[in-house]
T-cell receptor, first 109, second 113 residues
């Protein structure tokens, strides 16, 4: 059984701070890694993807991948109240996608 | 507008009454997938389709069927729903499995009594 694990939180950060979200996965053959944001009552929305070891930046978001440690993270700089949501880590392995249970983030104004 | 649509959005039904949840995308995507989302269990893949007429089981396929006769449509069929299939269902699509970037439909809240 391929597993993707996230700390469920809740994670609370003050507005303007850096939020750090972490994810580990069990399958060393995993190929690609994704972060989705899900607002309450809404569908998941893709915000970042990363395929290679290292960092990938897109605006206020940075995804970090360490395949040796089987670890993926998402940093959100200058956190805003609108970033308050559940963040889902997803991994592509074989022909399927595997999701973590999500980390709930609250940004406090 | 590029989108994935699902119908119905909400459904309450009784045990054993066959139902179909439709999913359609207008982006000419090859890969389509169905997920269910349950508290504490996250999103779990039910079935997926690499392309027309190519479907395969995900992690939780029991009690579900799918078909992919056209590229844009990927219906989910529950032949004999049971209460343990009460869940929030999402359809998703991506340009290809290789690309991996999935776009999700709005979800279908299913209750089986």
């Amino acid at each position: 059984q391929k597993e993707v694990e996230q700390n469920s939180g809740p994670l609370s950060v003050p507005e303007g701070a850096i939020a750090s979200l972490n994810c580990t996965y069990s399958d060393r053959g995993s190929q690609s890694f994704f972060w989705y944001r899900q607002y309450s009552g809404k569908s998941p929305e893709l915000i970042m993807f990363i395929y290679s070891n290292g960092d990938k930046e897109d605006g206020r978001f940075t995804a970090q991948l360490n395949k040796a440690s089987q670890y993926v993270s998402l940093l959100i700089r200058d956190s805003q109240p609108s970033d308050s949501a559940t963040y889902l880590c997803a991994v592509k392995a074989g022909n399927q996608f595997y999701f973590g249970t999500g980390t709930s983030l609250t940004v406090i104004p | 507008e590029a989108q994935v649509t699902q119908n119905p959005r909400y459904l309450i039904t009784v045990t054993g009454k066959k139902l179909t949840v439709t999913c359609s995308q207008n982006m000419n995507h090859e890969y389509m997938s169905w997920y269910r989302q349950d508290p504490g269990l996250g999103l779990r893949q039910i079935y997926y389709s690499m392309n027309v007429e190519v479907t395969d089981k995900g992690d939780v396929p029991e009690g579900y069927k799918v078909s992919r006769k056209e590229k844009r449509n990927f219906p989910l069929i529950l032949e004999s729903p049971s209460p343990n299939q009460t869940s929030l269902y999402f359809c998703a699509s991506s340009l290809s499995f290789a690309s991996g970037e999935q776009y999700f439909g709005p979800g279908t809240r299913l209750t089986v009594t």
